[in-house]
C-alpha cells in the first residue's frame, strides 16, 4: 500500500529528490558522451553546482546505470591505484537523447508557458482534451 503523504513540505521534498536524482542521472550520462568519466571527476563536477554527493550515494548510481546498459565500465590503473572509467552505450545515448528532448519540452511548457509539443501535455499516453 502506497504511503500518504498530507504535508505537503514532506510532498515538496520528495518531489525535490525525485527531480535532483533524475537530474543527476542525465548529467552523468551527458558527461559520458563527451569522454570517459570516473567518481572522483564527477564529485568535483556536481560540486561546482553546488551538489555534494557522497561515494556511498555516487557509486550504486553509477552501478545502476551500468545494469541498466547505458553506461559500461572499464578499470585502469592511474599512478598505482585502480580507477574504474565509465564509457556511455549506444543504447545510452539514445536514452539520454530522449530524456533530453522530453525534459526541454517540459520545462518550455512550465517555465515560458511555451506549448511547443502538444503531444507533451499529457505524458500517460493519453490525448491532450481541446
Known sequence: MARRVSDPQDYTSTIRRSIINGTIKLFILQRAQNEPIYGGALT???????????????????????????????????QGRVRRYYDITPFGRGCYAEARRTLTALIQEMLFDNDVNPRMKRLDGDKAQS
Not at 45 to 51: E, M, S
Open 44 to 78: 568535483k563536477a556536481l560540486r561546482k553546482f553546488g551538489y555534494t554527493m557522497s561515494p556511498g550515494t555516487l557509486y550504486p548510481l553509477l552501478h545502476s546505470l551500468e545494469q541498466a546498459k547505458l553506461l559500461r565500465s572499464r578499470t585502469t590503473t592511474v
